[in-house]
């Protein structure tokens, strides 16, 4: 199907996706959770196929790791889907609404934004979350996703749309663009009469490309270069559990940790371990010349360079840079970091508050991991993306970010002189 038609069928449904009842909203996503875990043979074939052009290709396991479906991701997207009908629908909510001297009643009332087009990476799952949402809020959604991950996304909206034909909803609530070259790309960026917002999701270019091309207001998200700081007062059993976790659990992801630092009190204590526990996972150090030494013998270590403070590996890499204070790793942080989730460990309370207050990130935490920056771990379900601008949304984007509002305003007669 050519993109205009594309772009007609999903404005073509705006007004009745905007009518829609909270409880046929529900009903639907339900509907649509059981059949993605009914359809969970046929996503996994067509996922496998992805997956071996990918290896084909010499895709970085990283990214083949963001890529691959299980029948635990699967569940895992249905159960999403689930958290979502179980949330409080936005759509209607009346924010305020107050008295004029005239006599007219003026409010605000949470409405949604209509057609939300969305252009991401190899992330099957982003399919699943970004219908959920975009549904839940009386949005019609137009997904272009990355050609590695063409069949998988075939797959994963053909259930989708079978699942709201069954339950009477329509079914070009979700439409995807097949044809996954760079001009079809370019052209969707400047479909203005029919996409009222375009969310890029995926690497620094495709974003980039967006926020430089796109004629359709964007909301940006970000790339995520996360720190965490070990301060000299934290726990070491802690910190070490933390990073490990941050770093390893899952390398491909925008909220993996990819800058450590440590300050120089406990550096010598604590770099041995770290160090030991990283070479688990075969993860190399690019170390500054402090922590170098720190970790000499013990596990694959090399001199880092300036580049390296910046870089967003999306693989079993990690920077560690020594700090003598707290307000160096806050400087360095604020210079280096992408807006996105960032870290202390520290028993230190006023440390801990003042690295809150001073850190620019959309989600700063306090002896934690930042692979909790998610909008299922934050109880929205799902999320459509991390928005590292502070402009209308910030941090996870659940319902709220896909709702936009009008003012309503009741008279009784009234004309302005």
């Known amino acids: 199907m050519q993109l205009l038609e594309i772009c007609r069928q999903a404005k073509g449904v705006k007004q009745q996706m905007a009518a829609l009842s909270t409880s046929k909203k529900n009903d639907a996503l339900l509907a649509v959770a059981d059949k993605l875990e009914e359809c969970r043979d046929r996503l996994t074939a067509a996922n496998a196929v992805d997956i071996e052009n990918g290896r084909k290709n010499g895709m970085p396991e990283g990214l083949l790791d963001r890529l691959l479906l299980t029948d635990n991701r699967i569940a895992q997207m249905a159960e999403g889907l689930r958290q979502v009908a179980g949330l409080e629908d936005p759509v209607g909510e009346v924010l305020s609404m107050k008295k004029r001297p005239n006599g007219l009643m003026i409010g605000q009332k949470r409405v949604p934004l209509g057609v939300i087009g969305i252009i991401y990476e190899s992330r099957p799952n982003v399919t699943a979350d970004a219908f959920g949402l975009c549904f839940k809020t009386g949005n019609a959604v137009i997904l272009r996703g990355g050609k590695d991950a063409l069949h998988s996304n075939e797959a994963i909206v053909a259930c989708i749309r079978e699942a709201l034909e069954e339950q009477g909803a329509p079914k070009e609530a979700i439409c995807l663009i097949t044809d996954t070259s760079h001009d079809t790309a370019r052209e969707f960026m400047h479909m203005n009469g029919y996409v009222d917002v375009l969310i890029p999701r995926g690497g620094a270019g495709l974003i980039r490309t967006v926020v430089e091309n796109a004629t359709i207001p964007v909301i940006e998200t970000g790339t995520g270069n996360c720190h965490v700081y070990v301060d000299e007062s934290a726990d070491l ?123 620019d990130a959309a989600a700063v935490y306090v002896n934690a991991s930042t692979r909790f920056t998610d909008g299922f771990e934050f109880g929205f379900g799902a999320e459509i993306g991390i928005s590292t601008q502070k402009l209308h949304a910030r941090g996870p984007m659940g319902l709220l970010a896909l709702t936009s509002t009008k003012y309503v305003i009741y008279g009784c007669g009234q004309v302005r002189e």
């Open 237 to 359: 059993d802690m910190a070490l559990a933390i990073v490990f976790n941050a770093k390893t659990q899952r390398i491909g992801v925008c909220n993996a940790c990819e800058s450590l630092l440590v300050h120089e009190k406990i550096v010598d204590k604590f770099m041995p371990s770290l160090a030991k526990k990283l070479a688990e996972k075969q993860v190399e150090i690019r170390a500054d010349e402090t922590a170098l030494k720190a970790s000499e013998g013990v596990a694959d270590v090399v001199p880092a360079e300036e580049e390296d403070w910046g870089k967003e590996y999306l693989d079993y890499k990690i920077s560690v840079k020594t700090v003598s204070s707290l307000e160096e790793a806050v400087a360095h942080i604020n210079r280096y970091n992408t807006g996105h989730s960032e870290a202390i460990v520290t028993n230190d309370y006023s440390r801990a508050q003042k690295f809150l207050d001073e850190v």
